[in-house]
């Protein structure tokens, strides 16, 4: 097809299907390269269109589809007659929000998760097997299912999409052990022409996410917009107890109306904060991973669509909220990394009004970090004591749950979670099969290498503790902070 009408085609798809006239910044080179077959790592602040950049391609793969080929017979290993694109997400709060937003702009979306009743899933199967849709979410868990790997490997997937890239890598900060599985997975399916994206990546970071993809740094073209946003003031704020931070959170509320959010460390300090604030009849929300799935969604909810809510939250909250009029983000407690601090003051002043960053320092939190640290980094002699519970204390950890082996394994300490981190890496290299949520599982596998190397365990601790002191040396920095965020990145 002539460059030409690529251009015209996809300045259709923006104005038909998302009502713009212009494609922003990179946008449109990206388009067209993974619609051309490239492959693409994209970083690009949240709200700034990082999904056009995969939506627009499998909308243009769609309409020059042959749609009059016929549907092949069952069990035969040939093209169906419409090219399907796959985002891979770890956002399953969310994907029906994106799916409901593509569908009412007339895409032929769906996605794939564990929300969905086991009749509603196989209806969904079927329907993805006829050759239905043209995007479909997944997480990378999906591919643990064999009945989903048999209904993918009956369509021709013409671009993979992965989202929140940076989960890819242990460099990062928000590493997810399943997805490290996208190199294979991405196999699978026929290597594929891939685009990677994520809001934030340091040059290590980016690095490891091309080789986790099983590909070469000269095939993946870089796109990365920056991280400069004019409109956020960058403030940090040294307090000596909670009271102090009880009265800055109290004080940007009066002084800004608008929505807002409030980042904590610990579920058990945020609670005792909002205690406080109620006392003090300050409404709010909170959000924190241990609330059930649909209270967290209707929290969601109520942020996003209703205006001026306050929300005190953990980490957990954040990925995929895309409201544009946050008019301040504070942190309570000191980031673990610039990364996550980062993506986190990045949701603010979406609308590119003026919004207030302040992170508030207390010395006391910086031995949170560490022991959150070390929590996120068992050691070769850890994993082999669980293994090796797991392998002769089945009947009773099956019996008994995780509290008993958490018992076994730290003894005293019992807020200790190492033992989280653990059982998820046993899932994710498949030592265990079974539940982890509750704990039922059996052995069976061997302890791999990657877990019994000593030395690349601590190497992964030690970048772990370089990442906690550029966040501290950013809070200690004198001159323009944003500078330094630049230079973190390397911009």
């Known amino acids: 097809m002539p460059q030409f009408e690529i251009t015209n085609r996809m300045k259709d798809v923006l104005r038909d299907f998302f009502g713009h006239d212009e494609f922003r910044g990179s946008q449109a080179k990206i388009i067209e390269r993974v619609f051309g077959g490239g492959h693409c790592l994209v970083i690009m602040p949240t709200g700034m269109g990082k999904s056009l950049c995969f939506q627009i391609p499998a909308i243009l793969h769609a309409r020059t589809s042959d749609h009059a080929a016929k549907l092949p017979d069952a069990g035969e290993n040939t093209n169906f007659k419409r090219p399907l694109t796959l985002v891979i997400s770890p956002l399953i709060a969310l994907m029906k929000d994106q799916v409901d937003a593509l569908v009412a702009k007339g895409v032929d979306a769906t996605f794939v998760n564990s929300s969905l009743l086991r009749d509603q899933r196989l209806s969904r199967y079927g329907q993805i097997a006829a050759g239905e849709y043209d995007l479909l979410y997944v997480t990378p868990e999906r591919f643990r299912k064999p009945d989903f790997c048999k209904v993918i490997s009956q369509r021709e997937i013409v671009l993979l999409a992965v989202d929140e890239a940076h989960c890819i890598s242990e460099w990062g900060h928000d590493f997810r052990p399943d997805y490290t599985r996208i190199g294979d997975i991405r196999k699978s399916l026929g290597s594929p022409a891939t685009i990677a994206l994520t809001a934030t990546a ?12 099983n590909l070469e740094t000269g095939d993946v073209e870089l796109f990365h917009a920056g991280i400069e946003r004019p409109n956020l003031s960058l403030d940090v704020v040294q307090v000596w107890d909670d009271d102090a931070k009880f009265e800055l959170i109290k004080q940007t509320r009066a002084e800004l109306p608008g929505s807002g959010v409030v980042y904590f460390t610990l579920i058990r300090k945020l609670m005792e904060f909002s205690d406080r604030l109620w006392e003090d009849n300050v409404a709010h929300l909170i959000y924190h991973g241990d609330l059930p799935r649909t209270s967290r969604r209707g929290l969601q909810e109520s942020f996003m669509n209703e205006p001026g809510h306050l929300v005190l939250a953990t980490n957990a909250f954040g990925m995929g909220v895309d409201k544009e009029d946050i008019r301040y983000v504070l942190h309570a407690d000191l980031p673990g990394s610039l990364e996550s601090y980062y993506q986190e003051i990045g949701r603010a002043g979406r609308d590119g009004l003026p919004a207030k960053c302040l992170l508030m320092y207390d010395e006391r939190d910086l031995a949170t970090q ?17 293994y090796d519970f797991l392998k002769n204390e089945t009947e009773q950890i099956n019996a008994f749950g995780i509290e008993w ?8 300490q019992k807020h200790d979670r190492r033992l989280e981190t653990t059982l998820s890496m046993f899932d994710r290299w498949g030592v265990i099969d079974g539940s982890l949520h509750p704990l039922k599982v059996t052995a069976v596998g061997e302890l791999p290498e990657k877990l019994k190397d000593a030395a690349a365990l601590s190497g992964k601790l030690k970048r772990d503790q370089t990442k906690l002191l550029a966040m501290l040396q950013y809070v200690k920095h004198d001159g323009d902070r944003k500078e330094y965020i630049h230079d973190y990145f390397g911009l």
Do not use: C, G
Not at 370 to 386: C, G, I, L
């Open 370 to 386: 560490m022991e959150f640290m070390q929590w996120s980094n068992p050691d070769a002699e850890f994993y082999e004591r669980v």
């Open 405 to 412: 082996l958490r018992e076994r394994i730290h003894y005293k």
């Open 202 to 213: 340091t040059p290590d970071v980016q690095a490891d996410i091309v080789r986790q993809l």
